[in-house]
Every structure is written in structure tokens, then in C-alpha cells.
């Protein structure tokens, strides 16, 4: 994990004005937060722009982390919930749904590890069927309520562990335990109708 040392340091410096610190901050939580907001809006163009959003507040609201009240990536994470909600809530009355020939976000950030990383003994209709599978979880996500959506993008896909997901999201522990189980039982059920529909 992160050592908070190092990370406290680094945000001194950058508080002072060291840009070559806030560089340091950008490329290690890039990765991260994009990846939490395309989980959540479902495009990577809004995934690019809502990471920068992200990015703007957490360089104006800097000086108000505190390391002793928790982990830098909590205090990430929840600035990153917390403008994903204000994002959803802003953006519910313009959402029209998806068209299902909309291409897939070509976005290198967009694609999980597993895609990228390419297996040679794997034959190329694996590696299709492997990605089409990414792509119905994806499309089944997005369907998902967002305080379900949340809890399970947070849980399974950054794990993180229950305390710390319920320090982000502002509830108790077992509130977001319920979440990830009704989540997850969702998800099956959203998949599974899926399936059925394929086959």
C-alpha cells in the first residue's frame, strides 16, 4: 500500500508550492481515480473529464488533508465519490440510455490489465470472448442503482476493505456490507438474464 510518510511529505511540498510534487501526486493516483470514475460513468471521455474535475478539487482542497485522520487514498476516494454523486445528480435529467452499437471507450485507460497484457497461449476467440465478457459486466454495472454501483466498483474491482469503504461513502460498516451483497446479487441476476437472452 501507500506509505503515508512519503505521501504527507509529498503534500507538504506541493502545499508550498512544489509543482514537481503535484506531479509526483498526478501519476500516482491517475490510474486509480480514472479508473473509478469510468467504472462509474461508463465512457471514458467522462471518465477523462470527471478525473480532472477530481484533480482540480484535490489541488484546491490540498491543505485540508489530514494525515492523521486517515489514509490518503480514503480522502481521494471519497472526494472522488463525492463528485461522482454531484456528477449523477447534475447529469440524471440529461441521461438518455445507451445505444447498443456504441463502440466501447478506445480510451488505453479504459481497458482493465488483464486486456492489455496479451497471453500467448490464449487463441485470439478467448481473448474476444474474455473482453465481450468485460463488456457485459461493464454494461451490467452501469445499470446498477450508484449507491449499489459504488459499494461494489469499491469493494471488488479497487478492494478495498469494508472500514475504509465505509469511511468514503459516510455509512456504517454493515450498511455497505448490505450494499455489496445486494449488489452483487444484482449483478448475477443482470448477468444471468444476459446470458439467457445470448443463448
Known sequence: MEDNQVVSLLVRRCVAGDAAA??????????????????FAGTGDDAQDLTQ????????????????????MTWVTTMT?????DHFRKTKQDRVTDSIDEAPSEHEDAMPLS??????????????????????????LEK????????VILRDLQDM???EIA?????????????INRGRAELARLLQRTYKQVI
Not at 81 to 85: A, D, E, G, I, S
Not at 167 to 179: A, D, F, I, M, N
Open 22 to 39: 503535484w506531479e509526483e501526486i498526478v501519476q500516482r493516483y491517475n490510474r486509480r481515480i480514472y479508473n473509478i470514475c469510468y467504472r
Open 53 to 72: 474535475e477530481v484533480f482540480i478539487k484535490m489541488y484546491r482542497t490540498l491543505n485540508s488533508y489530514d494525515v492523521d485522520r486517515g489514509a490518503f
Open 81 to 85: 465519490r463525492n463528485l461522482l454523486v
Open 115 to 140: 486486456d492489455r497484457i496479451q497471453d500467448k497461449s490464449a487463441p485470439p476467440d478467448a481473448r474476444v470472448q474474455s473482453r465481450e465478457t468485460s463488456e457485459t459486466v461493464h454494461r451490467a
Open 144 to 151: 446498477l442503482s450508484p449507491e449499489l454501483r459504488e459499494a
Open 161 to 163: 476493505d469494508y472500514r
Open 167 to 179: 469511511t468514503v461513502l459516510k455509512v456504517p460498516e454493515g450498511t455497505v456490507k448490505s450494499r
